[in-house]
Nanobody, 126 residues
Framework: QVQLVESGGGLVQAGGSLRLSCAAS????????VGWFRQAPGKERMFVAA????????NYADFVEGRFTISRDNAKNTVYLQMNNLKPEDTAVYLC???????????????????WGQGTQVTVSS
């Protein structure tokens, strides 16, 4: 079983950038599909971005609007979420999730994923 650990969160001003990392331990990250979700206080968990095992297919939520980029380095067992032009409404706990079984599509559904990290807090001040 894989363990997922997020890092890279913090406090940033509006318009700033952060790069989140999701590191896998326990086994290789291949052929895991990986997704990023976020959850703000009092709100439901929301899909942000996802990437196929090879990195060839990605999927983004509409609200990302070209500001975020998901990528992966399978040699390092790590998936990244580069977030630019951050807005106060991006404030949330960001969680990564993984799925080891097919069909290896970068799904937007939280129930698709088998493993979850604990999350990293992102706070964007206005």
């Amino acid at each position: 079983q894989v363990q997922l650990v997020e890092s890279g969160g913090g406090l940033v001003q509006a318009g700033g950038s952060l790069r989140l990392s999701c590191a896998a331990s326990g086994r290789t990250f291949m052929p895991y599909t990986v997704g990023w979700f976020r959850q703000a206080p009092g709100k439901e968990r929301m899909f942000v971005a996802a990437i196929s095992p090879s990195g060839g297919n990605t999927n983004y939520a509409d609200f990302v609007e070209g500001r975020f980029t998901i990528s992966r380095d399978n040699a390092k067992n790590t998936v990244y979420l580069q977030m630019n032009n951050l807005k106060p409404e991006d404030t949330a706990v960001y969680l990564c999730a993984g799925r080891s079984r097919g069909p290896y599509t970068p799904s937007t559904y939280a129930t698709y994923y088998e493993y979850w990290g604990q999350g990293t807090q992102v706070t964007v001040s206005s």
